[in-house]
């Protein structure tokens, strides 16, 4: 194994960060909160909370072995200056959008349940350095996709076993259509995401490979993930796989690579495979799971999905309008969406409905950082892709070390075969880039599958990387940066780790059989992390509860919905709750009526098209003997959802 892993080059240090970027690639993707056995998660968002705190302990362990590494040892610092210098900037973007943020603290971390803050591009930044001072040679390049391919064949074959009806976990909820594969991310367009790198780096590492064995294994591995991409019924990966397989087709016609029986075989069998998947779709009435009407959806710009992809697009239009520089804050989408919500949307998707994504990555990070922000950062992507481009194009003749070699015929052909084999993956991770930056046009960005995003730009900037020799530290010097190094990562693991263990009692209180218990395990949850809204809500929903059986004072629990809706004056779902608990204070007391009315007046301004929101403020109305203003929010609700149900009977009552 050892032998397996480590070239003669690896230092010390350098094996510990080769071990965790490995680990990092096999286990994010597959990693969720179920235990064995159990109902009950180890955390309350049992999909994206695990992977990110993986990959902010793994990456701090990442830094300080790196840093320890060119301390202790010096060696080779690799490194594209246009890259350098276009990720300082985009930085120091992200760094002022965060510190200009309407929510400051979320626009750090990440909205919760999305992480997509400015630590995870932080994070990103990490990964694509290690990734070039580490994968330099198509031998690591090699284990890095190996190591990639085992995940994709758990989370593929995950997914295939939804697929088929055989869901191996007692869920307890139905989060999407039955049979519609999610995996191990929860979602379908999250696993569509990274479908796209399972496809066309295993197809890469099966057109590399020579050895039989290994080669059918790839195969399968890119069979199988083709295949879910199919049960995922995700639309944006069927979109940006066409361009992943232009791609792959223009360089194979280019390097024109020896083909067996193998690879026309398998290539016949994921055709088939596909397209057995997409034939038994048809016979489903449902518009989501049938192939054809999902394909046919795309070109509806009216109803259904794609209706409200384009509100929801309009709605970011209108957010960047208002913050065009800097934006709104980085993953602030959520709270922003509600003010700028077209009107037309609560029809289409429901008045529950909240887009806490723009759904579309360049409006979604415009909407966040300013309009600059997001130019600068998609030019830094291209940029990248230009560069491998570039250099998948040379013919592996033209390597240097095969111009260079002396050694016979014999050698230089092995030589070739060497670098056709390389340059095969290269472009297995080329077009996997492509079609996920692609898919992120129509879908989520989220650390669990963007991660792998960050460490391709790695692999694909190390042949035209520009090197320089540093010598290491002095002994004293390497100690004591060695130390600071793995201090930091220390404190940032922890930090991470507290919010781990905050989420863990956030679904402890939820399951917690009483309301005294209830409470105390909420008010733990948000001390440890203060800045997640919905931490808080649970806290003053379990408050209101705890204040019925006389628990606390019902003073005591207004109390807390006053903090809460200073704290978070940005979170519609907190003025939601600030209203329910106004409502139940009020059949006791009535000066909670008139102070929950005083803020339901706020709450409609800031946000015009929130019907639930109206319909909480409708029944204070009623209860303080407004019926003709409650008329007006009833009648407003329901002519913007026709299916609201609620507000529509009590309108009748009234009327």
Same mark, same amino acid.
């Given at each position: 194994?050892?032998?397996?892993?480590?070239?003669?080059?690896?230092?010390?240090?350098?094996?510990?960060?080769?071990?965790?970027?490995?680990?990092?690639?096999?286990?994010?993707?597959?990693?969720?909160?179920?235990?064995?056995?159990?109902?009950?998660?180890?955390?309350?968002?049992?999909?994206?909370?695990?992977?990110?705190?993986?990959?902010?302990?793994?990456?701090?362990?990442?830094?300080?072995?790196?840093?320890?590494?060119?301390?202790?040892?010096?060696?080779?610092?690799?490194?594209?200056?246009?890259?350098?210098?276009?990720?300082?900037?985009?930085?120091?973007?992200?760094?002022?959008?965060?510190?200009?943020?309407?929510?400051?603290?979320?626009?750090?971390?990440?909205?919760? &349940?999305?992480?997509?803050?400015?630590?995870?591009?932080?994070?990103?930044?990490?990964?694509?350095?290690?990734?070039?001072?580490?994968?330099?040679?198509?031998?690591?390049?090699?284990?890095?996709?190996?190591?990639? +391919?085992?995940?994709?064949?758990?989370?593929?074959?995950?997914?295939?076993?939804?697929?088929?009806?055989?869901?191996?976990?007692?869920?307890?909820?139905?989060?999407?259509?039955?049979?519609?594969?999610?995996?191990?991310?929860?979602?379908?367009?999250?696993?569509?995401?990274?479908?796209?790198?399972?496809?066309?780096?295993?197809?890469?590492?099966?057109?590399?490979?020579?050895?039989?064995?290994?080669?059918?294994?790839?195969?399968?591995?890119?069979?199988?993930?083709?295949?879910?991409?199919?049960?995922?019924?995700? &639309? +944006?990966?069927?979109?940006?796989?066409?361009?992943?397989?232009?791609?792959?087709?223009?360089?194979?016609?280019?390097?024109?690579?020896?083909?067996?029986?193998?690879?026309?075989?398998?290539?016949?069998?994921?055709?088939?495979?596909?397209?057995?998947?997409?034939?038994? @779709?048809?016979? @489903?009435?449902?518009?989501?799971?049938?192939?054809? +009407?999902?394909?046919?959806?795309?070109?509806?710009?009216?109803?259904?999905?794609?209706?409200?992809?384009?509100?929801?697009?309009?709605?970011?239009? &209108?957010?960047?309008?208002?913050?065009?520089?800097?934006?709104?804050?980085?993953?602030?989408?959520?709270?922003?969406?509600?003010?700028?919500?077209?009107?037309?949307?609560?029809?289409?998707?429901?008045?529950?409905?909240?887009?806490?994504?723009?759904?579309?990555?360049?409006?979604?990070?415009?909407?966040?950082?300013?309009?600059?922000?997001?130019?600068?950062?998609?030019?830094?992507?291209?940029?990248?892709?230009?560069?491998?481009?570039?250099?998948?194009?040379?013919?592996?003749?033209?390597?240097?070390?095969?111009?260079?070699?002396?050694?016979?015929?014999?050698?230089?052909?092995?030589?070739?075969?060497?670098?056709?084999?390389?340059?095969?993956?290269?472009?297995?991770?080329?077009?996997?880039?492509?079609?996920?930056?692609?898919?992120?046009?129509?879908?989520?960005?989220?650390?669990?599958?963007?991660?792998?995003?960050?460490?391709?730009?790695?692999?694909?900037?190390?042949?035209?990387?520009?090197? &320089?020799?540093?010598?290491?530290?002095?002994?004293?010097?390497?100690?004591?940066?060695?130390?600071?190094?793995?201090?930091?990562?220390?404190?940032?693991?922890?930090?991470?780790?507290?919010?781990?263990?905050?989420?863990?009692?956030?679904?402890?209180?939820?399951?917690?059989?009483?309301?005294?218990?209830?409470?105390?395990?909420?008010?733990?949850?948000?001390?440890?992390?203060?800045?997640?809204?919905?931490?808080?809500?649970?806290?003053?929903?379990?408050?209101?509860?705890?204040?019925?059986?006389?628990?606390?004072?019902?003073?005591?629990?207004?109390?807390?919905?006053?903090?809460?809706?200073?704290?978070?004056?940005?979170?519609?779902?907190?003025?939601?709750?600030?209203?329910?608990?106004?409502?139940?204070?009020?059949?006791?007391?009535?000066?909670?009526?008139?102070?929950?009315?005083?803020?339901?007046?706020?709450?409609?301004?800031?946000?015009?098209?929130?019907?639930?929101?109206?319909?909480?403020?409708?029944?204070?109305?009623?209860?303080?003997?407004?019926?003709?203003?409650?008329?007006?929010?009833?009648?407003?609700?329901?002519?913007?959802? @026709?299916?609201?149900?609620?507000?529509?009977?009590?309108?009748?009552?009234?009327?």
């Amino acid at each position: 194994m050892s032998s397996w892993l480590f070239d003669k080059g690896f230092t010390r240090e350098g094996k510990i960060v080769w071990v965790t970027l490995l680990l990092l690639v096999f286990l994010v993707p597959i990693t969720f909160s179920i235990p064995p056995n159990t109902g009950v998660p180890f955390t309350a968002d049992v999909f994206d909370t695990p992977k990110v705190w993986l990959l902010r302990v793994g990456v701090m362990i990442l830094l300080a072995a790196w840093g320890s590494d060119i301390a202790f040892n010096g060696g080779k610092i690799r490194y594209s200056k246009a890259v350098l210098i276009m990720y300082g900037v985009l930085s120091a973007i992200f760094i002022a959008s965060t510190i200009t943020s309407i929510e400051p603290m979320q626009s750090f971390l990440g909205k919760y &349940r999305r992480y997509d803050g400015l630590w995870s591009f932080l994070l990103y930044g990490v990964l694509l350095w290690v990734t070039m001072q580490y994968a330099t040679s198509f031998r690591r390049i090699k284990q890095i996709l190996q190591v990639f +391919s085992a995940s994709s064949m758990v989370v593929a074959g995950y997914g295939l076993l939804q697929a088929l009806g055989l869901e191996p976990l007692a869920w307890g909820v139905k989060f999407f259509e039955d049979t519609q594969s999610f995996s191990t991310y929860g979602n379908p367009n999250l696993l569509a995401g990274f479908l796209a790198f399972g496809i066309f780096i295993n197809f890469g590492l099966a057109l590399s490979e020579e050895e039989a064995k290994l080669k059918s294994y790839y195969w399968v591995a890119t069979l199988l993930n083709a295949a879910v991409s199919i049960t995922a019924f995700s &639309r +944006s990966v069927w979109v940006a796989s066409v361009f992943g397989i232009i791609i792959v087709i223009i360089y194979m016609l280019r390097f024109r690579p020896h083909l067996t029986a193998v690879d026309y075989g398998f290539t016949g069998a994921t055709v088939t495979a596909v397209t057995a998947f997409i034939v038994r @779709s048809l016979s @489903s009435e449902s518009i989501v799971m049938n192939f054809v +009407s999902r394909v046919s959806s795309i070109f509806d710009f009216k109803t259904g999905s794609a209706a409200t992809r384009f509100q929801i697009w309009e709605s970011a239009l &209108r957010a960047i309008k208002e913050r065009p520089l800097l934006g709104w804050g980085p993953d602030t989408f959520r709270m922003v969406f509600r003010g700028f919500q077209h009107e037309g949307y609560n029809q289409d998707a429901g008045y529950r409905s909240v887009a806490d994504n723009a759904h579309n990555y360049p409006l979604q990070v415009a909407a966040g950082i300013g309009v600059i922000g997001a130019v600068l950062l998609h030019i830094l992507q291209f940029w990248i892709i230009g560069l491998a481009a570039r250099y998948c194009w040379t013919m592996p003749s033209d390597d240097s070390a095969i111009q260079k070699s002396k050694r016979g015929k014999e050698e230089r052909q092995q030589a070739y075969k060497r670098a056709l084999s390389s340059r095969m993956c290269y472009v297995g991770v080329l077009a996997a880039v492509v079609t996920y930056i692609i898919h992120l046009s129509f879908g989520l960005s989220l650390p669990g599958a963007t991660f792998l995003l960050w460490i391709g730009f790695g692999i694909l900037l190390v042949p035209p990387a520009q090197t &320089r020799e540093v010598q290491p530290l002095a002994r004293a010097q390497a100690l004591a940066c060695c130390g600071a190094l793995i201090a930091f990562g220390c404190a940032i693991s922890i930090w991470a780790s507290t919010l781990l263990w905050a989420d863990h009692l956030h679904i402890q209180s939820q399951a917690a059989q009483s309301y005294d218990r209830a409470l105390t395990l909420s008010k733990q949850s948000t001390k440890l992390s203060p800045s997640n809204d919905q931490y808080a809500i649970r806290f003053v929903e379990n408050n209101v509860k705890a204040a019925s059986q006389g628990l606390v004072s019902m003073e005591m629990a207004a109390q807390e919905v006053r903090k809460l809706t200073v704290k978070f004056p940005n979170e519609y779902d907190v003025y939601l709750m600030a209203l329910w608990a106004y409502n139940a204070f009020g059949q006791a007391d009535s000066r909670y009526i008139d102070e929950g009315l005083a803020l339901a007046k706020v709450a409609v301004e800031k946000y015009p098209q929130g019907l639930a929101m109206r319909y909480a403020y409708a029944e204070m109305l009623v209860t303080d003997g407004q019926d003709a203003k409650a008329v007006e929010q009833l009648e407003f609700a329901v002519a913007s959802d @026709s299916n609201f149900k609620e507000a529509r009977e009590l309108l009748e009552e009234l009327r």
